[in-house]
């Protein structure tokens, strides 16, 4: 669990930032209608929950850095007897203020007569503009009631700055309580990845697959998946975001599995990639053989010091290497590598950062260069070949193989570390794994 003091350690630091005679506010994410009075299960932003903690929709988190009658400001919904026996507790102005350690809470509802006295005075607004356009629209409302009220001394902000640009910074270096924490969320979504394969067999269907996937999360403490699962038999593995998940699994075809747990809100995205059977094929096993090798060679290169598409180069070599050696792409490696042959069988990229967001926040390009990996940032390396039968050309014997195999690494002090390492990815001992017990 990320302590309380770990919040209030990164609005302090975000506040040293920003700076006296400056605010930051940010909205909580809102609900959302899934369908007539049922609304999708509430997630709270990553960024409010990385600065509070504080789990409900319609609240706003405020910061004042040097205000003496308090910095840290949480508008929230009020308690009420009739909502919260239909709809469940909230914490009101007092849960705000003794379980999240603001400073002082008001209720969302006077945020109209309140916040405008909050910003006068201060130079710069630090705000995400782009999130939630209804919101940027009361900004501006709150701003112009400022500006209509000059002749009477009130002095409106003058800049309004990215809060995005310096929290999604912080964002991307992880605490040792947040490693911690995703040390335990890809452990226990390996621990689901282990578990499918050991139930897998031809004749059952992909949302079986899911529904397992699903329970080994929640009965290890994570309710939610970080995102939706991908449950890709056969051909269907081509399909990059395939989430159908609804076809039956059959005999000698693949099964790729890209799925992640959510815990304490940060996410795992673990890619395994097995024969439903039990055993390769000739040519699964060769083309596995590959995307493995390129997963190993780039892991090797998560280390402090080198760019962040150094895995990627890396795996494409890997993987144009083994398109030559399987006969399906003729010519000379660094020519196709130039020309990008690759893409028609590998079209993504070899990872992207790991934490709240399974898509994590974070610059990948400061000065227009590649971004250099440091010590406490979080990636997946995913690589993959997919051999659709659309493919013009293709032999028809590889028809069909899709496969990923994706690992969430941190980047250590000397070079890195598998949070993913206990979802085992060798042939061997997957197959061993998956032999039935007669
Ligand atoms: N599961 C999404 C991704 O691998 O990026
Ligand atoms: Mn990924
Ligand atoms: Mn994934």
New binding site residues.
């Given amino acids: 669990m990320i302590k309380k003091a770990e919040f209030g350690r990164r609005r302090r630091k975000l506040m040293n930032f920003m700076g006296n005679n400056s605010i930051a506010i940010l909205p909580s994410a809102s609900e959302l209608v899934r369908s007539r009075d049922t609304d999708f299960r509430f997630r709270q932003h990553s960024d409010f929950h990385y600065l509070s903690a504080f789990p409900e929709p319609e609240a706003v988190l405020v910061l004042l850095p040097g205000r003496e009658q308090g910095e840290y400001i949480i508008f929230c919904r009020e308690k009420d007897e009739v909502m919260e026996t239909w709809h469940g507790r909230r914490h009101g102005q007092s849960g705000a203020k003794k379980q999240f350690g603001c400073d002082d809470a008001f209720p969302i509802d006077d945020i109209d007569d309140i916040l405008p006295g909050l910003m006068e005075g201060r130079e710069r607004i630090y705000y995400e503009f782009g999130n939630q356009a209804e919101f940027d629209n009361r900004i501006m409302g709150w701003i112009n009631i400022l500006r209509g009220q000059v002749k009477q001394g009130a002095h409106p902000p003058g800049e309004l700055i990215d809060l995005s640009h310096v929290l999604h910074d912080m964002r991307l270096f992880k605490s040792n309580a947040e490693i911690e924490v995703m040390r335990k969320v890809a452990k226990l979504s390996a621990d689901a990845h282990i578990q499918v394969m050991k139930i897998c067999q031809p004749g059952i269907n992909e949302l079986q697959i899911e529904a397992e996937i699903k329970y080994q999360f929640a009965k290890q403490g994570a309710r939610f998946e970080a995102?939706n699962s991908?449950v890709a038999g056969g051909e269907n593995a081509c399909i990059l975001h395939y989430v159908e998940n609804d076809c039956e699994l059959k005999n000698g075809d693949l099964l790729l599995i890209?799925a992640?747990a959510e815990l304490q809100g940060y996410a795992a995205?673990i890619?395994r990639t097995f024969p439903i059977n039990g055993k390769y094929s000739d040519e699964q096993r060769q083309a596995y053989h590959w995307v493995l090798k390129a997963n190993k060679q780039a892991i090797k290169q998560v280390k402090p010091g080198n760019p962040w598409t150094k895995p990627h180069e890396t795996a494409v070599r890997v993987l144009t290497e083994g398109l030559l050696e399987m006969g399906i792409l003729t010519g000379d490696i660094d020519e196709l590598i130039d020309q990008q042959a690759y893409k028609v069988f590998y079209m993504h990229k070899t990872g992207?950062w790991l934490g709240l967001d399974?898509?994590d926040v974070g610059d990948y390009l400061i000065d227009k260069e590649p971004r250099i990996l440091e010590q406490g940032m979080v990636l997946?390396v995913?690589p993959g070949l997919y051999f659709s039968p659309k493919t013009k050309g293709l032999d028809k014997k590889w028809w069909g193989i899709g496969i990923r195999i994706?690992d969430d690494v941190l980047v250590t002090s000397k070079g890195h570390e598998v949070l993913s390492k206990s979802a085992i990815k060798e042939i061997n001992a997957i197959e061993k794994l998956m032999v039935k017990p007669t």
Wanted: overall charge negative; charged content about 35%; proline content about 0%.
């Fill in positions: 995102y991908i890209d992640g995205d890619t992207h399974v898509h997946t995913e994706e």
